[in-house]
Nanobody
Framework: QVQLVESGGGLVQAGASLRLSCAASGRTFSSFAMGWFRQAPGKEREFVAGLSWSSSSTYYADSVKGRFTISRDNAENTVYLQMNSLKPEDTAVYYC???????????????WGQGTQVTVSS
């Protein structure tokens, strides 16, 4: 069992930066691929960024490529999402997820956090 708790969300102006954190419980964190997803009001959940268990592979949605960076610290059981040059369209609830393999498909991820709100004003 893995429990995930996100933090770091907030209200910022366009162009600002935020760093989201996702703290995981359980000693098997380092074996999981991790992902960040987001869901805006009235929209479906969408993939944002993913990271393999070894950090050897990272991948991003086109909408955030070049602005967001996913990373992990297996010693701290934490995965991060550094978000720069934020835009109003980035406003959403952001979720981290843990799964057995790296994928953009949310259905593959077994464990999910409760989400953290990110609001970007124009």
């Amino acid at each position: 069992q893995v429990q995930l708790v996100e933090s770091g969300g907030g209200l910022v102006q366009a162009g600002a930066s935020l760093r989201l954190s996702c703290a995981a419980s359980g000693r098997t964190f380092s074996s999981f691929a991790m992902g960040w997803f987001r869901q805006a009001p009235g929209k479906e959940r969408e993939f944002v960024a993913g990271l393999s268990w070894s950090s050897s592979s990272t991948y991003y949605a086109d909408s955030v490529k070049g602005r967001f960076t996913i990373s992990r610290d297996n010693a701290e059981n934490t995965v991060y999402l550094q978000m720069n040059s934020l835009k109003p369209e980035d406003t959403a609830v952001y979720y981290c997820a843990a799964g057995s393999r790296s994928t953009t498909q949310g259905s593959v991820y077994r464990y999910w956090g409760q989400g953290t709100q990110v609001t970007v004003s124009s």
